[in-house]
């Protein structure tokens, strides 16, 4: 019985010895297999035993700095997260390990070895190693992505600053206005403790403070320093000091040694009653960076941006800042353009408004004179007609022919004068009338003129040549006016020619037709 029992359990004992070996095999080629893909792979692997690193793959430990060597057995998971992002690093282990989380869907950061950060996105899985937990997961490195996005965002957000500062002027906003909304959003974009915005005067000499935009923790510092609200005035800046020099080299200027932020903050309160507090605000501020950015228009300083913060700045923000300081200058100087013109504008219609009331003014006093006048001529031209008239009439007999001449040029001029009584008044009444424009035809219009003229002068003899005269858009009456006077100086000054000769006529010039009278009379001087 007992050997029977004996043989019977040698095949189960070497069976049980073939079963383990194979299952060894099994887990040395699946280790091999895990170990072969790992370390080829691009992405971090990694396998976690009692919350430090058990394993970790080359790609793992060159996306931190480290070798694989140096973080197996040495780094908690935990204590390789960034120190912003370690309480949160800390409850998703938590989660993992309760079996409830298996990735982590927003990127977090991870310390690289010379301290900078790796933002990454994780994928892990619980398991068991030997009856203990374990965790295996990847770590992608998604820095480069996180980076860019965070580039287009700023370069969203300073589009969305600039469109703002556009979209206030067009809507007729003054500078008053639109300087404060400036220092907030820059404010706000770059995180600092205060922005303040300086601007160049109109007269080119001073650089005034226009708006100190403050953070709400900073502003708190300061009032507890003071015992008061900060003064909101604007304080001119002298033309001289750190920030004139920022302005006058047209650009931007970091600023990070303590004693110079001191005189920075300093140069342009020499004016002001908190001079003396200011040593303890500029302690109680810990301001590390000063960045003064020039805005700049065609070589014309235009004002100036200055921006400090608690944390180091560098040639990122910097560039950024410098990148749109040159369309906020356009935009400053073309509300100020804009402004100017609407002051001439405004100054130029008062100016009209006083011209044409001094003219209505003037017309109305002339109108009067020349009714005055008239008045006062008519009476005595009546008496000088009628007796010429009488004599002509009456006594014609006792008077010699040369008399009788005499008195018919009397009476001839008698009647010009009672005529240039109707032109003056006519004319006092056309100055006061709008112009009523009307297409008219000014071939009719000077014919009109000349046989009027010819039966008012006699000057039968003179040659007057008619050109080609186009239509034109114009007053009839005064157009009427104005063909009387120049044909009538021009028959005037002709007739005591041999070969008395009047032409009117036109010529283009541009896009304008230019219409003339022209004689070969007595000329003079136009000068």
């Known amino acids: 019985m007992h050997m029977k029992s004996l043989e019977g359990r040698i095949p189960r004992s070497a069976r049980l010895s073939y079963t383990r070996s194979t299952a060894w095999q099994r887990l040395r080629e699946s280790e091999v297999r895990f170990r072969t893909l790992a370390e080829a792979s691009q992405a971090g692997v990694y396998i976690v035993l009692d919350r430090q690193y058990d394993y970790v793959n080359p790609a793992y ?8 060597e140096e973080m197996i057995h040495t780094f908690d998971i935990v204590d390789l997260a960034h120190r912003e992002d370690r309480e949160r690093a800390a409850l998703n282990l938590g989660r993992r390990l309760g079996g409830g989380l298996d990735s982590v869907g927003t990127p977090y950061r991870l310390l690289h070895k010379d301290g900078s950060a790796v933002y990454v996105e994780a994928l892990s899985r619980l398991v068991t190693i030997g009856g203990r937990w374990a965790m295996i997961g990847t770590v992608v490195d998604v820095t480069a992505r996180v980076e860019t996005e965070a580039r287009l965002q700023q370069r969203t957000d300073d589009l969305a600053l600039l469109n703002m500062l556009h979209e206030s002027i067009n809507q007729g906003q003054g500078l008053e206005s639109i300087i404060p909304q400036l220092a907030s959003e820059v404010k706000r974009l770059f995180e600092c403790e205060n922005a303040t915005v300086y601007l160049v005067n109109e007269a080119g000499d001073q650089l005034e403070m226009a708006e100190l935009s403050y953070s709400p923790s900073t502003l708190g510092r300061i009032e507890s320093i003071l015992h008061d609200r900060i003064p909101r005035v604007a304080l001119p800046l002298e033309l001289g000091g750190i920030h004139a020099e920022a302005l006058r080299g047209g650009k931007p200027k970091l600023i990070q040694d303590p004693e110079t932020i001191r005189r920075m903050m300093t140069e342009h309160a020499h004016h002001s009653p908190f001079r003396r507090l200011i ?10 960076s000063v960045l003064l950015v020039p805005f700049v228009l065609e070589d014309q300083p235009v004002g100036l941006l200055s921006v400090s913060t608690l944390k180091a700045l560098g040639e990122e923000e910097l560039s950024r800042l410098e990148a749109i300081a040159g369309s906020i200058s356009v935009a400053i100087m073309r509300k100020r353009t804009e402004d100017r013109m609407r002051r001439l504008n405004e100054e130029l219609e008062e100016r009209v408004r006083a011209r044409t009331q001094a003219l ?10 020349s009714y005055s006048v008239s008045h006062d001529l008519r009476a005595p031209l009546r008496a000088i007609d009628g007796f010429s008239r009488i004599l002509a009439e009456e006594h014609a007999a006792q008077l010699p022919a040369e008399g009788i001449r005499y008195l018919a040029l009397v009476r001839d001029s008698t009647k010009r004068m009672g005529r240039l009584i109707d032109d003056l008044l006519a004319f006092a009444r056309i100055t006061r009338q709008p112009l009523a424009t009307h297409p008219v035809d000014p071939d009719k219009v000077a014919r009109a003129a000349v046989r009027e003229l010819v039966a008012e002068t006699g000057n039968g003899k003179a040659q007057v040549e008619i050109g080609t005269l186009p239509p034109a858009t114009a007053d009839p009456g005064l157009l009427k006016v104005v063909m009387i006077n120049l044909l009538g100086n021009a028959l005037k000054f002709t007739r005591h020619e041999p070969d008395p000769r009047v032409e009117v006529g036109s010529l283009q010039r541009s896009d304008q037709t230019v219409y003339f009278v022209r004689d070969n009379g007595v000329g003079f001087d136009m000068q």
Do not use: C, H, Q, S
């Open 360 to 369: 209505e003014t003037a017309n109305r006093e002339l109108e009067a004179f």
């Open 61 to 68: 430990a060159k996306m931190l700095g480290y070798t694989p």
């Open 279 to 288: 040593p303890a605000l500029v302690g109680a501020l810990n301001i590390t």
